[in-house]
């Protein structure tokens, strides 16, 4: 008898930003906020696709990104990234987001976000923001 693994169907980036212990949160037309996102295209390098989501999101560009593990939720396998940002930064809606906002961690409630977004939450992402080492490296090592 041959036994078959779950393995994810879609792979995503997501990607936490940061401002002055605010992350930011972003929504489009008829959804909940989220944390910036998109689909990995084929063979493409999920570096490669968290810049483009920001860019193509946000209208920023940024140099700063940290891949800080991997995250399954459901059927989508999440590379989860970093970035901070400086005081001032404007950021400027992009494709499909019809409102951005930025909201201090300890305000993030799980029923003001999409089901993915808050099961990410769950996974107390808060200390990525807050660069807790421990925190990430049991978020790289928690895939299923």
């Known amino acids: 008898m ?3 693994k779950h393995r994810p169907t879609k792979a995503k980036v997501t990607i936490i930003c940061s401002r002055n212990g605010q992350v930011l949160l ?3 037309k008829g959804a909940k906020w989220k944390f910036p ?5 084929t063979g493409e390098a999920p570096i490669v696709a968290a810049a483009r989501e920001v860019w193509k999101a946000l209208a920023l560009r940024c140099s700063g990104l940290n891949g800080v593990g991997t995250i399954e939720v459901g059927n989508v396998l999440h590379h989860i990234f970093t970035t901070d940002f ?3 930064c404007s950021v400027s809606l992009g ?4 409102a951005c906002k930025w909201i201090g961690w300890e ?3 799980s029923t003001m976000l999409k089901p993915t977004a808050a099961a990410l939450l769950s996974r107390d992402l808060s200390a990525l923001i ?5 925190a990430a490296s049991q978020l790289a090592s928690n895939t299923n």
């Open 2 to 4: 041959s036994v078959i």
């Open 26 to 28: 972003v929504r489009r």
């Open 37 to 41: 996102s998109g689909l990995l295209a």
């Open 86 to 88: 400086a005081d001032g």
């Open 95 to 98: 494709t499909g987001i019809v």
């Open 107 to 109: 305000d993030l409630s």
């Open 130 to 134: 807050h660069g807790d080492q421990p």
